[in-house]
């Protein structure tokens, strides 16, 4: 029996890459085909520079061993920039949001990725994330403040308060970003002002 893809009017090759395309976020059918009829009008080498650089950053990005952000090397620029105070830690659930609070230039501490939030209907408990790192972090460094910043929902706001009762005994103050960012919202779309704002009027847990 044919396939789909066999039985597209632009055969196999074509339908497969309007596949490809078609599952990535945001991505419907039609713009999959736009996508995938750019390819085929641009030059072998700039088609080849876009399937070099997907094929590279799966090959040479990796985790920060320090705060799991992603970086090329062993250690990522924020870790390794004596500027930053290893003593304020901001904790978020994604790489993407250390891009966010960065573009508001209102922090000047270190980070820490998450790498999601604590959500039992999806099967992701604390051992999914790096909270056990955070703590040892936390204890090892010395850490006297640590932002949450994860994000304003349910989910989020379950983790940050699952982070404080870990380290309930510890030494560290532990502070959220005020409350500018609606319930509910996520912190990459936030803008920029909201953000430094958060961050300068944070408050204790
Ligand atoms: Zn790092």
Redesign the pocket.
Known sequence: MKTDEADHPYGRSVARLIEEFNRLPGIGKKSAERLANHILACSAADANALADAIRDVKTSVKR??????L?EDE??????NDRRDPQVVCVVEQPRDVVALESSGAFTG??HVLGGRIAPLEGIGPENLTINQLVKRVRRDGVKELVMATNPTLEGDGTALFITNLLENDDVRITRLARGIASGSVLEFANREMLADALRGRQSF
Request: glycine share 6%.
């Open positions: 920060c061993s320090i705060c799991f952000n970086t250690v990522c620029g924020l870790c390794s270190r980070y």
